[in-house]
């Protein structure tokens, strides 16, 4: 993927949309952003380390938002003011957005006839066009200022700050229109002439004067054609494993001589041999077996004459051998004929020299046959026109031409009469073809024209403050030139320098200004946490530009191979840049959030803070359009798990120093902190397993091992606070279903067993041995606290008298009542699921893994045992309530049956069972609708138990044979309404042993053997 083109497209949004100085101060904030802030002394500390003496700019930004003179020191001194820095931020940045919006007023779209006029976007682009980004619009010159009256504003291309005189200028100003008046150049004469006038201030009188003394002179007397040879397309094949060996022929001839090439079957090396013809011709290399050759050659040629003819032919080499096993039979004929034969002709394209401009253009010539019938595809080449003046000393057009470099940026730079921080070097279409005239015309070389762009840019940068946008242009055009330098020793800097020293001018100013913007972008890199905003796409695709950039100048070998003994690959240099940063970054994010003396407590709430600030950066290096894992892959570096092994292992020593030596007791902040590395650990998955395997925070528990026992009392403590509080407050009803009910303590009382138990499966503990013994603690202590809950609402009951309403005569069952056991129940439930909650099995299923099977079943049974006996313990209380309820109910029956035996005989049984089976049906109907299901199922018991013990209870007495006989019946009345046809009590719970003794009447005459009903 190109990040390059992705960042640029929308860096180019941004830098309309922003104000660029602004916006890169906020990227150096880096964390501090993310954190919420941080001192600005600090940031301009760190910058200006980042920077050094030319800098990338970022330090003059930052510092230009005080709006004096962009120096710490004045920074510094606005603090010590007590002046509101926030506020002097905004006023500069609303000053910035009025002039940014008054230049976009001017601003148009570019129209089709100029989009041939873009800016760099490629290298292959490189020589052909501007080292400098194109604007968007074509007439932003217009709102520019003169630089005649821009005389009192900085001026950042000379070292002493000052501007060149009115004179000097209109030195520039005259070679400028010699440029333009020169009759080669046939191009946007008129529209260059407007604008040198423009940039100069002139008025048309002026103007004219001064373009009728321009000196003849300063017109270029000769030219050369600069070709490139780029590559070919769908050529013929001339070889019998049908393909070709192409090379090219490639000169310039007289018109007359167009038409004997034209009809030689020789190439035009031979004929200008046998014809004596004396061509400058020159050969390309060989491409073997393709039909789509790639050459990427250059060359200059002579041009004598205007009408001259460019001629490229192509051939095909027979030097190099195709064997039999690449044709087989099919192919063996005319591979005999290719044994011997000369080199095969594969087709000739030529153009006038008259078609070819000083502008560098890229053409596709189409190669056709002998007669010209048939295209035996095509070549691409660029070609322009490049001029010599034979008369002026090379050091003088050097000069002329860095002068009018730094006019044109000076005048392009300028919107209504004020610098634009952080300006992106994007000039106008006319201001570039300017530059690349004067280039033309004094022959300067693109290595030459980037040793004098290059200074300019970065004594700009150091002044005013330039996009790093602006150095991709120089740095690449360089690149496709670094031919040109010279390899130089790989030894100690000393003799380096002196090598250099031996070099030209140009040389020596291209490898002191790529070292100089090297070092300034690893110093960034270095510190990128602090430089850019991960959060923010913007800082993530300036991100992206400087490692682009780094990328572009490590493609400059010969730059490279002199920093071969102090420099590493470009993978090793970024990897250890990242490294650096990273270090530095984790070592101020602890100095930050830590304070001077903080408590235990504070410390440990401090490093949650770091550890979720480590955790968004580590979420923000993998998420977005534009990752910083993707621009790192770029070069080679894992950064994600360079980032993560570093945090590891800084955290890891902190943290774990802490634990061991200062945390005596463990609370809530020491279980939130491992929490936190728990789930930190969880974002290696992103790393390879080699990695992750090393990692110190595998052992990240270990480092809590003393204080887990604190966190499950800690835990328990807490749930018994909240039962009791629920308990003994206003304890409200809450609805489960449409009837039943509980009460919001017991609903507490289960959510506390909850919250232990996920505390408890949130600690995934590892080592299974220790987890055995943690989990006896946690189930404990839940047991504890059902035990605690339970006795706590039998208690209360028994205070309440169960709820009974004094003014009623016979017991009457409550709903409050009913919730009560409800509570109870509920609680008990809830303990009987801690098996699964806690996940006993999978646990026991480990321990058997490790220790044994006798260990695995030891284990279960202790834990099954805690939980059981709580259990028993629970039902046991809960029994208790039921027995003191069947007491309650108990004298209520005893007193009804007592009224059935001694009422009078010929009364109705069934009048006289209707205030007993009321009774029954009104209580039993409470606990219908109003309990559990078994709850209702052990009152129902408990009720039936206790009318058979009241019957047998008055059976005692002696009966005569109608009250016995009255008894039996009721008795099987009572049965049949418990029994409820199957839906009630079973029965077997009828039947019981208590039930058929009672049922055996004393009277020797009365034995009950069955009871209804017999099936």
């Not at 609303?94 to 002039?99: L, P, R, S």
């Not at 397309?233 to 090219?248: E, T, V, W």
């Not at 140009?506 to 972008?521: E, K, P």
Request: with cysteine; proline share 3%; charged share 25%.
């Amino acid at each position: 993927m190109d990040l390059i083109h992705s960042a640029r497209k929308l860096t180019e949004d941004i830098v309309e949309k922003t104000v660029t100085g602004v916006s890169d101060a906020i990227y150096a904030t880096g964390s501090a952003i993310e954190k919420g802030g941080s001192k600005i002394t600090d940031l301009l500390t760190t910058s200006a380390g980042a920077v050094g003496d030319l800098g990338s700019g970022i330090y003059g930004q930052a510092c230009s938002l005080v709006g004096a003179t962009g120096t710490a020191s004045n920074v510094q001194r606005a603090l010590e003011k007590n002046e509101n820095f926030e506020d002097i931020m905004a006023e500069e940045e609303a000053e910035d957005q009025k002039v940014r919006q008054s230049a976009r007023v001017a601003l148009d779209k570019v129209s089709g006839d100029d989009k041939k006029m873009v800016g760099v976007t490629s290298r292959k682009d490189l020589d052909c066009v501007s080292m400098l980004p194109l604007s968007k619009s074509p007439d932003a010159w217009k709102t520019a200022e003169p630089v005649t009256k821009t005389l009192e504003s900085p001026y950042p291309f000379e070292q002493n700050g000052k501007r060149p005189t009115a004179t000097e200028l209109d030195v520039v100003y005259k070679s400028a229109l010699g440029i333009v008046l020169n009759p080669v150049n046939k191009e946007y004469r008129e529209e260059l002439e407007l604008y040198i006038k423009q940039m100069f201030g002139k008025s048309q009188e002026v103007h004219n004067a001064m373009k009728s003394s321009v000196s003849v002179d300063k017109i270029p007397t000769k030219f050369k054609v600069k070709l490139k040879l780029i590559d070919g397309k769908n050529m013929i094949a001339r070889d019998a494993n049908g393909k070709s060996d192409p090379y090219c022929f490639i000169s310039i001839i007289k018109a007359v001589h167009l038409e004997m090439l034209l009809a030689a079957k020789q190439s035009m090396e031979k004929v200008s041999h046998t014809k004596g013809l004396g061509l400058d011709i020159k050969k390309s290399q060989v491409i073997p077996r393709s039909l789509n050759p790639t050459w990427n050659e250059s060359y200059e040629l002579e041009l004598h004459d205007k009408n001259d003819i460019l001629v490229i032919e192509v051939w095909d080499s027979d030097d190099i051998p195709v064997t039999f096993k690449e044709v087989g039979f099919s192919g063996f004929g005319k591979f005999l004929r290719d044994i011997g034969d000369s080199d095969d002709f594969m087709g000739r394209a030529h153009m006038p020299v008259s078609a070819i401009s000083l502008t560098d253009k890229e053409k596709e010539l189409i190669l056709f046959s002998r007669n010209k019938k048939k295209q035996f595809g095509s070549v691409r080449v660029r070609v322009s026109l490049v001029g010599e003046k034979p008369a002026v000393d090379s050091a003088v057009a050097v000069e002329e031409h860095t002068q009018l470099v730094a006019t044109v940026l000076d005048f392009e730079s300028h919107v209504t009469g004020k610098y634009i921080k952080g300006w992106d070097t994007k000039i106008t279409p006319l201001g570039d073809k300017l530059i690349t005239l004067n280039a033309t015309m004094n022959g300067l070389p693109q290595l030459q024209q980037a040793a004098v762009l290059f200074p300019l840019l970065q004594l700009y940068d150091k002044h005013i403050n330039l996009s790093i946008i602006g150095y991709f242009g120089v740095v690449r055009a360089i690149s496709v030139c670094q031919d040109q330098l010279p390899s130089g020793p790989s030894g100690s800097r000393e003799a380096m320098a002196e090598h250099e020293k031996s070099q030209p001018a140009m040389v020596r100013s291209v490898l002191m200004c790529l070292g100089s913007l090297d070092d300034t972008l690893i110093g960034v890199l270095r510190r990128h946490h602090q430089f850019f905003n991960f959060k923010a796409e913007e800082g993530i695709e300036y991100l992206a530009l400087h490692v682009e950039l780094i990328k572009e100048i490590y493609t400059i070998v010969p730059f490279i191979e002199r920093l071969e003994d102090m420099r590493k690959s470009l993978q090793q240099t970024m990897q250890d840049a990242c490294m650096v940063a990273t270090v530095g970054w984790i070592e101020r994010l602890v100095a930050e959030a830590i304070p001077a003396s903080p408590g235990e407590k504070e410390r440990l709430l401090c490093y949650l803070e770091v550890i979720e600030c480590i955790k968004q950066r580590l979420h923000n290096t993998v998420s977005g359009v534009v990752t910083v894992q993707s621009i790192f892959d770029e070069v080679g570096v894992d950064y994600y798990t360079l980032l993560f092994t570093i945090v590891d292992k800084q955290i890891s020593a902190e943290i774990e120093d802490y634990l061991t030596n200062h945390i005596k007791r463990g609370h809530v902040s020491s279980y939130q902190l491992y929490l936190h590395l728990g789930d930190m650990l969880k974002l290696a998955t992103n790393i390879p397993s080699k990695k992750r395997a090393e990692l110190h925070l595998n052992e990240y528990h270990e480092w809590f091992t003393d204080l887990v026992a604190d966190w499950i009392d800690f835990a328990a403590d807490k749930c018994n606070v909240e039962i009791k509080r629920a308990i003994t407050g206003l304890d409200q009803v809450v609805t489960v279903t449409e009837n039943v009910k509980f009460s919001q303590s017991a609903l507490s009382a289960a959510a506390c067993f909850k919250r232990i138990a996920a505390f408890w499966n949130n600690l995934h503990w590892p080592q299974v041995v220790k987890q055995y013994g943690f989990m006896m603690r946690v189930v404990e202590n839940i047991s504890k606290a059902a035990r605690f809950y339970v006795k706590e609402s039998h208690d209360n009951l028994k205070r309440k008298g169960f709820h009974h309403d004094s003014a009623s005569e016979e017991f009457v069952v409550t709903q409050q009542l009913c919730i009560s056991l409800n509570d109870m129940e509920y609680v008990r439930e809830e303990l009987s699921k801690i098996p699964d909650t806690l996940q006993f099995d999978p646990m026991i299923s480990r321990l058997g893994a490790v220790e044994g099977d006798q260990q695995a079943i030891a284990a279960r049974r202790n834990l099954l045992n805690l939980v059981n006996s709580a259990n028993d313990d629970v039902k046991f209380l809960i029994n208790q309530v039921v027995s003191s309820i069947g007491e309650q109910i108990a004298t209520d029956i005893s007193h009804h049956i007592k009224r059935l035996i001694n009422s009078d005989p010929k009364a109705d049984l069934i009048q006289l069972m209707d205030p007993l089976m009321a009774y029954l049906s009104r209580n039993m109907g409470t606990f219908h609708s109003s309990s559990l299901v078994a709850v209702l199922e052990i009152m129902i018991e408990e009720i039936w138990n206790v009318i058979v013990n009241c019957y047998a209870q008055a059976i005692k007495t002696r009966l005569g044979q109608k009250a016995a006989k009255r008894v039996l019946t009721s008795i099987m009345e009572l049965e049949s309404f418990f029994y409820a046809g199957g839906d009630g009590l079973s029965k077997e719970q009828i039947k019981s042993d208590e039930f058929r003794v009672c049922l055996v009447l004393p009277d020797p005459c009365i034995r009950l053997y069955s009871i209804r009903p017999a099936d």
